[in-house]
Antibody, heavy 120, light 107 residues
Framework: QVQLVESGGDLVKPGGSLRLSCAAS????????MSWIRQAPGKGLEWLSY????????YYGDSVKGRFTISRDNAKKSLYLQMNSLRAEDTAVYYC?????????????WGQGTLVTVSS | DIQMTQSPSSVSASVGDRVTITCRAS??????LAWYQQKPGKAPKLLIY???TLQSGVPSRFSGSGSGTDFTLTISSLQPEDFATYYC?????????FGPGTKVDIK
């Protein structure tokens, strides 16, 4: 079955960096567009970034554009999010997400999430 | 950016009730809309996509309708496991945006 397992969440100081990883299994990773979505404590869902199946097309939300970088390694079946210049408002659970089919912008599958806390 | 709004923000209901949640987009998104259910401490779960297509494994008491700017999620007979927060999401254009959520709790 489809599994997405995030890792890399941690406590980091403002201005710091962190790299999140998402290990995928149970499906042909290279065939699917992938996203990162986050949820601040007690708040709603915020889409952050999207990468095409080949990695050639990337999109970012305004709140992370220029600070976060999405990437993927299809050979390793892994998705990444490099987060730089972290701010207190980046504190959230970060979810790795897969489309229900191919290039869809819907989210069919979610990981369990990894918590990022930005605090001094 | 396309703004998504939901109403009500919360609803109290009893088991067996029919519950309707509305989502409105700030511009025409055709049928590029999904509904998700989230329980506390868990990742969201896709219920409906393309406005009215039920995701595999989702009970048939959930249904979605609408197109353009106005959409509805209906739970025909609320079950104990349906108490949760529900989010709509537009998939028409970037940036992808979610509604603020509707919490369904026990009356």
């Amino acid at each position: 079955q489809v599994q997405l397992v995030e890792s890399g969440g941690d406590l980091v100081k403002p201005g710091g960096s962190l790299r999140l990883s998402c290990a995928a299994s149970g499906f042909t990773f290279s065939a699917y567009y992938m996203s990162w979505i986050r949820q601040a404590p007690g708040k709603g869902l915020e889409w952050l970034s999207y990468i095409s199946s080949s990695g050639s097309t990337l999109y970012y939300g305004d709140s992370v554009k220029g600070r976060f970088t999405i990437s993927r390694d299809n050979a390793k079946k892994s998705l990444y999010l490099q987060m730089n210049s972290l701010r207190a408002e980046d504190t959230a659970v970060y979810y790795c997400a897969r489309a229900p089919y191919g290039s869809s912008l819907f989210v069919g599958y979610w990981g369990q999430g990894t918590l990022v806390t930005v605090s001094s | 950016d396309i703004q998504m709004t939901q109403s009500p923000s919360s609803v109290s209901a009893s088991v067996g009730d029919r519950v309707t949640i509305t989502c409105r987009a700030s511009q025409d998104i055709s049928s590029w809309l999904a509904w998700y259910q989230q329980k506390p401490g868990k990742a969201p779960k896709l219920l409906i996509y393309a406005a009215s297509t039920l995701q595999s494994g989702v009970p048939s008491r959930f249904s979605g309708s609408g197109s353009g700017t106005d959409f509805t999620l209906t739970i025909s007979s609320l079950q104990p496991e349906d108490f949760a927060t529900y989010y709509c999401q537009q998939a028409d254009s970037f940036p992808i945006t979610f509604g603020p959520g509707t919490k369904v709790d026990i009356k």
